[in-house]
């Protein structure tokens, strides 16, 4: 019985034995003593760095990690790997940097930095074979998995999603553009971001909003841009100056002050007309035109006055239009475009109210305060409002607060609150009287006010 039970323990110890024999993997052994990469596609030894991808950093070198795995078992000391690099034929040689590699005594896997340097050329793509030649304390592991091939290059390739509204409110793509934005993003694939694929579509909102702070970098003070760029690409990127519809939230230029006198203070729609009467459509033409305006130069000097001269006969027009069309004062939003200069502005027109074509009554409301319609006094009337009221805030059709009732073909004071004070209907129409009047007693040649008590 007792031979049977030893037998019997035997037998199962022998099973165990080869149980766990069969566990082990089939390539490892106590005389194996290789390394090999560890990938399980062939795909997976061609490795890729294009420093296009790392625009925000711009760095001198990129990090390329590499698998490496041991065959054997872990050894009572610490190893050296031997990794060599060798040119790939039909390539120029790639420059990366590889340290010394160690497996400690408790290491069978770990990854391999390479550092991978930027090419000298872009648009050239370099290479570089990085192998195991056993020639260190770790010898070759698998055949077929000892080399890892790696191409690098520095290429810009225009985004599959520059197109549409892309194209349209961001400009056509360029190298340079694209380094300005991922920069000025801070997103090395800051396009990614502007394309919505479950929608199949641009998000145009994102896409305003970046021509606009992009516009607003590149118009900021010199030394932002300055600063910002040194790889002087600050002109080279361009971008298109958005009208006025797309209501585009463009700050201050840095050159608007030597503007000022012709234009008065600035406004995003100051801007986009500018651009459009100057005959410009984007960034670029604008700097050309403005950017170097030290208000002694007399080409651009009098390319304003003459813009002013322009623009502010089309702002009173459009005044008369908004009074013909039964608008109060609290719908001529932004229509305080330009402020008067020294330009005599011989298009201008008679006020809707003072001529009263469709006899409603306000010329003589209008000749009570102001006496009868000359073209200069009304422009001097506009002119020395603006300077008493805040002339970026002005609007020169509150000097007369009437509103057009169309359906009843009949005035009314208009209920808006205007000006510093706040006031609306007749006691703004008084208002502006006292301004005018003022300025009207201070003149030697003087124009025809009445006097009216109040």
Same mark, same amino acid.
């Given at each position: 019985?007792? @031979?049977?039970?030893?037998?019997?323990?035997?037998?199962?110890?022998?099973?165990?034995?080869?149980?766990?024999?069969?566990?082990?993997?089939?390539?490892?052994?106590?005389?194996?003593?290789?390394?090999?990469?560890?990938?399980?596609?062939?795909?997976e030894?061609?490795?890729?760095?294009?420093?296009?991808?790392?625009?925000?950093?711009?760095?001198?070198?990129?990090?390329?990690?590499?698998?490496?795995?041991?065959?054997?078992?872990?050894?009572?000391?610490?190893?050296?790997?031997?990794?060599?690099?060798?040119?790939?034929?039909?390539?120029?040689?790639?420059?990366?940097?590889?340290?010394?590699?160690?497996?400690?005594?408790?290491?069978?896997?770990?990854?391999?930095?390479?550092?991978?340097?930027?090419?000298?050329?872009?648009?050239?793509?370099?290479?570089?074979?990085?192998?195991?030649?056993?020639?260190?304390?770790?010898g070759?592991?698998?055949?077929?998995?000892?080399?890892?091939? %790696?191409f690098?290059?520095?290429?810009? #390739?225009?985004?599959?999603?520059?197109?549409?509204?892309?194209?349209?409110?961001?400009?056509?793509?360029?190298?340079?553009?694209?380094? /300005?934005?991922?920069?000025?993003?801070?997103?090395?694939?800051?396009?990614?971001k502007?394309?919505?694929?479950?929608?199949?579509?641009?998000? /145009?909102?994102?896409?305003?909003?970046?021509?606009?702070?992009?516009?607003n970098?590149?118009?900021?003070?010199?030394e932002?841009?300055?600063?910002?760029?040194?790889?002087?690409?600050?002109?080279?990127?361009?971008?298109?100056?958005?009208?006025?519809?797309?209501?585009p939230?463009?700050?201050?230029?840095?050159?608007?002050?030597?503007?000022?006198?012709?234009?008065?203070? /600035?406004?995003?729609?100051?801007?986009?007309?500018?651009?459009?009467?100057?005959?410009?459509?984007?960034?670029? #033409?604008?700097?050309?035109?403005?950017?170097?305006?030290?208000?002694?130069?007399?080409?651009?000097?009098?390319?304003?006055?003459?813009?002013?001269?322009?623009?502010?006969?089309?702002?009173?027009?459009?005044?008369?239009?908004?009074?013909?069309?039964?608008?109060?004062?609290?719908?001529?939003?932004?229509?305080?475009?330009?402020?008067?200069?020294?330009?005599?502005?011989?298009?201008?027109?008679?006020?809707?109210?003072?001529?009263?074509?469709?006899g409603?009554?306000?010329?003589? %409301?209008?000749?009570?305060?102001?006496? #009868?319609?000359?073209?200069?006094?009304y422009?001097?009337?506009?002119?020395?409002?603006?300077?008493?009221?805040?002339?970026?805030?002005?609007?020169?059709?509150?000097? /007369?607060?009437?509103?057009?009732?169309?359906?009843?073909?009949?005035?009314s004071?208009?209920?808006?609150?205007?000006?510093? @004070?706040?006031?609306?209907?007749?006691?703004?129409l008084? #208002?502006?009287?006292?301004?005018?009047?003022?300025?009207?007693?201070?003149?030697?040649?003087?124009?025809?006010?009445?006097?009216?008590?109040?």
């Amino acid at each position: 019985m007792k @031979n049977i039970k030893l037998s019997v323990t035997l037998l199962c110890l022998a099973l165990v034995g080869a149980s766990c024999e069969k566990r082990d993997p089939e390539f490892f052994d106590e005389g194996a003593n290789g390394a090999y990469f560890d990938y399980a596609t062939a795909a997976e030894y061609d490795k890729t760095v294009n420093f296009s991808d790392y625009i925000v950093d711009h760095p001198d070198t990129v990090s390329l990690m590499l698998r490496v795995k041991l065959l054997g078992y872990l050894m009572e000391e610490g190893r050296t790997l031997a990794v060599k690099t060798q040119s790939i034929e039909g390539y120029e040689l790639a420059d990366v940097i590889i340290d010394e590699v160690i497996f400690s005594n408790k290491e069978y896997e770990k990854d391999i930095e390479v550092k991978v340097v930027r090419p000298e050329v872009e648009d050239v793509l370099y290479g570089v074979s990085i192998y195991l030649d056993g020639s260190g304390d770790i010898g070759l592991g698998i055949n077929g998995k000892e080399e890892v091939q %790696v191409f690098v290059t520095e290429s810009y #390739e225009q985004p599959v999603v520059w197109f549409s509204h892309m194209e349209s409110l961001l400009g056509a793509w360029s190298r340079e553009k694209h380094i /300005f934005l991922a920069r000025h993003t801070g997103d090395n694939h800051f396009y990614e971001k502007l394309y919505d694929d479950g929608q199949g579509g641009h998000i /145009f909102d994102d896409i305003l909003a970046l021509n606009v702070s992009a516009v607003n970098a590149l118009l900021a003070e010199k030394e932002s841009i300055d600063g910002e760029l040194k790889d002087s690409i600050t002109l080279a990127v361009d971008f298109p100056i958005l009208q006025t519809d797309y209501y585009p939230a463009y700050t201050e230029p840095y050159f608007w002050e030597n503007l000022k006198e012709d234009l008065g203070n /600035f406004k995003a729609e100051k801007l986009t007309r500018l651009v459009g009467k100057l005959g410009g459509t984007r960034v670029k #033409e604008l700097m050309e035109l403005c950017g170097v305006y030290d208000g002694s130069k007399g080409d651009l000097k009098t390319a304003l006055q003459a813009l002013n001269k322009e623009l502010v006969p089309e702002m009173l027009d459009e005044y008369n239009r908004n009074a013909q069309n039964g608008l109060t004062l609290a719908d001529y939003d932004l229509q305080s475009i330009v402020i008067l200069g020294t330009a005599d502005y011989v298009n201008v027109g008679q006020p809707f109210w003072w001529e009263d074509p469709k006899g409603l009554g306000t010329a003589d %409301v209008v000749k009570k305060y102001f006496g #009868e319609y000359e073209r200069k006094k009304y422009l001097f009337m506009i002119k020395e409002v603006a300077k008493v009221e805040d002339a970026d805030t002005f609007i020169a059709a509150s000097i /007369f607060p009437f509103v057009y009732d169309m359906e009843a073909g009949s005035y009314s004071w208009d209920p808006t609150p205007i000006g510093p @004070n706040q006031l609306s209907g007749e006691e703004r129409l008084k #208002e502006c009287y006292r301004i005018v009047k003022a300025a009207n007693d201070k003149r030697y040649t003087k124009y025809d006010i009445p006097e009216v008590e109040l």
